[in-house]
T-cell receptor, first 119, second 111 residues
Framework: AQTVTQSQPEMSVQEAETVTLSCTYD???????LFWYKQPPSRQMILVIR??????QNATENRFSVNFQKAAKSFSLKISDSQLGDTAMYFC????????????????FGRGTQLTVWP | ETGVTQSPTHLIKTRGQQVTLRCSSQ?????VSWYQQALGQGPQFIFQ???????GRGNFPPRFSGLQFPNYSSELNVNALELDDSALYLC??????????FGPGTRLTVL
């Protein structure tokens, strides 16, 4: 079974500063994807960034970057130049490569980290 | 291109009743997954539908059932509602990529 652990229930950061959210996971799979999703108070789950396990290079999307350590099964999210709009619940998620005819696998989520950005 | 939509937005039911939640997938997407997100928790996978067939199921009892229609929209049905079924229900659709696009969710309250 796959498990995802987010050990920080809450984090806060001042606007324009950098913050890192932690995530560890447990799996026996070798090929999988990892994701960070953002869920603001509107409840809409929004993809922030994703990482393919076979890629050694860490993914980057504008102010968001990850530190993927496959051997340690660690996948942290760094947010640079934090903005007030970054305030949200952040979920780390794991997906093993899907089976059947679908290209889509099931997502395993952590319990989330509530990030608050202060002015 | 329209996004994933869900209806209704909110719903209040009493124990023992039945409920149907609806999801319209994003245009061109043939796969829909349903997740239950209890308060303060991460979403939990209920099941997935691919081309109108169930394609995987999480640890949920049989009273949770679903359908996918030829236009790839989907329904989640829950029978014999229990208090613990109170949650946000999310659906997500996907096409040929591995990215799941989520709808805004349906908040179900069971009294």
């Amino acid at each position: 079974a796959q498990t995802v652990t987010q050990s920080q229930p809450e984090m806060s950061v001042q606007e324009a500063e950098t913050v890192t959210l932690s995530c560890t996971y447990d799996t026996s799979e070798n090929n999988y994807y990892l994701f960070w999703y953002k869920q603001p108070p509107s409840r809409q789950m929004i993809l922030v960034i994703r990482q393919e396990a076979y890629k050694q290079q860490n993914a980057t999307e504008n102010r968001f970057s990850v530190n993927f350590q496959k051997a340690a099964k660690s996948f942290s999210l760094k947010i640079s130049d934090s903005q007030l709009g970054d305030t949200a619940m952040y979920f780390c998620a794991f997906m093993k490569l899907p089976g059947g005819g679908s290209t889509l696998g099931r997502l395993y989520f952590g319990r989330g980290t509530q990030l608050t950005v202060w002015p | 291109e329209t996004g994933v939509t869900q209806s209704p937005t909110h719903l209040i039911k009493t124990r023992g009743q039945q409920v149907t939640l609806r999801c319209s997938s994003q245009s061109g997407h043939n796969t829909v997954s349903w997740y239950q997100q209890a308060l303060g928790q991460g979403p939990q996978f209920i099941f997935q539908y691919y081309r109108e067939e169930e394609n995987g199921r999480g640890n949920f009892p049989p009273r949770f059932s679903g359908l996918q229609f030829p236009n790839y929209s989907s329904e989640l049905n829950v029978n014999a509602l229990e208090l613990d079924d109170s949650a946000l229900y999310l659906c997500a659709s996907s096409g040929t990529s591995n990215e799941q696009f989520f709808g805004p969710g349906t908040r179900l309250t069971v009294l």
